[in-house]
C-alpha cells in the first residue's frame, strides 16, 4: 500500500474498497454538482501571509466547542448511512473521535442506533444530529433516546425538509433497501473485504428507525415510512419546541442566509452550523466559505458560528477559523478515512488535518488557535 499523506490519498483508497453505491453516496452532490464543487474549491483562494523570525515552540491546537474542550475545533459531522462504508461505521468513527479528543456527531439516518454508539463508547458524551419528521412522536422518543445515551449536544438539521436529488444515487439505484441490480452486485464481488466485514455485523438497517417505529421491522418497511416522513412544513415555531423538549445544547444545522442566521440567535440556539449540506441539497447554492464572513458579521458576536463543508485539510480549518469561525465540522473527510482503512482510516485523517492545521498556524506566526484572526490572511483574497 502507498504511503498516505493526505486526505486525498484516503479519498483514492476508499474509491477502490467501498461499493459504488456507497462510495458515490457519499462523494456526491445534488444535480450538476456545483455547490458541492464550489465548497472545496473556494478554499483554494483564500490565502495566507507567511511570517518569519517567530518563536514557533509550544504550539497548541487545543480548543473549545460549546463549551466542550477538543484537541482542535474539529467535530465529525453527521453522516448518514455511515455504516455502509464500512461495517459499524459509526461505532468505529465514534471511538476514533473519542480517542483523538474531537466531539463525534451521529446522524438520525445512522446504521447503528443511538444505544449502540452509546454503549460502545462506555457512554462518553457524543453529539446526535435530529432531523424533524412528520411523525413527532418519533421525534420526542428520538430526543429522550439521545437523553438517555447521553448525548451533550443536539444538532437540528434545517436544510431537509425535501430531498435534493443526487444524479449519482438514481443511477446506482440507491435506495433502502439497495437494488441490487446486476451491476451493482457484480459491483460487489470486487469488495471482498467490504463484504466480509458487513457479513460479520448485524448493524445493517438504519438502527434509529427500525424496530422503533410501529410497523418498520426490516429495510422494506422502512422505505414505504421514510419516503413519507420528512416535513416540509417545519418551521421556526419547530425549533422552539424541539429546544424546549431538548432543554440542553442545541446547535442549528444549515444556515447559509443573515436572516436565518439572526432567527437561530432570536430562538435562542447555542450555536448555528453554516452549511449546504455539503452540495447535497440546492445546487447553485453559495459555497459554505463564501457564506460565512456575510453571517459572522451578522451574528458572531451573539451566537457561536461554526461551518462545514468542503474541509479537506487543516489549511480549510485555519481558513475558516480565521475567517471568525468558532469550530468546523468534517464530512467527507472523515468517511474517506473509514471506507479506506475503518477506525485506523478515520484516525488518520484527524492525524493529517491536525498536523496541517498545526504546522500552518505556526507558518503564519502564530502558535495558540486563540491568536487566529483574519490577519494571517491576505487581505484581498478573501
Known sequence: MSIITNIEDLRVLAEKRVPRMFYDYADSGSWTESTYKANESDFKGIKFRQRVAVDMSNRNTNSKMIGEPVKMPVAIAPTGSTGMQFADGEILAAQAAKKFGIPFSLSTMSICSIETVAKSLNYHPFWFQLYVLKDRKFVENLIDRAKEAKCSALILTLDLQIIGQRHKDVKNGL????????????????????????????????????????????????????????????????????????????????????????????????????????????????????????????????????????????????????????????????????????????????????KELDLTMAFCGKTSISQVNKEILLSNSF
Open 175 to 354: 435506495s433502502a433497501p439497495p437494488k441490487l441490480t446486476f451491476p451493482n452486485i457484480i459491483n460487489m464481488m470486487t469488495k471482498p473485504k467490504w463484504c466480509m466485514n458487513m457479513l460479520k455485523t448485524k448493524n445493517r438497517q438504519f438502527g434509529n428507525i427500525v424496530g422503533h417505529v410501529k410497523g418498520v421491522e426490516d429495510m422494506s418497511s422502512l422505505a414505504e415510512w421514510t419516503s413519507k416522513q420528512f416535513d416540509p412544513t417545519l418551521n421556526w415555531n419547530d425549533v422552539e419546541w424541539i429546544k424546549k423538549k431538548w432543554g440542553g445544547k442545541l446547535i442549528l444545522k444549515g444556515i447559509q442566509d443573515i436572516d436565518d442566521a439572526q432567527i437561530a440567535v432570536d430562538v435562542g440556539a447555542d450555536a448555528l452550523i453554516v452549511s449546504n449540506h455539503g452540495g447535497r441539497q440546492l445546487d447553485g447554492a453559495e459555497s459554505s466559505i463564501k457564506s460565512l464572513p456575510n453571517i459572522i458579521n451578522k451574528v458572531g458576536s451573539k451566537i457561536e458560528v461554526h461551518m462545514d463543508g468542503g474541509i479537506r485539510s487543516g489549511q480549510d480549518v485555519l481558513k475558516a477559523l480565521a475567517l471568525g469561525a468558532k469550530g468546523t465540522y468534517i464530512g467527507r473527510s472523515f468517511l474517506y478515512g473509514l471506507g479506506a482503512l475503518g477506525e485506523n482510516g478515520v484516525t488518520k485523517a484527524l492525524e493529517i488535518i491536525h
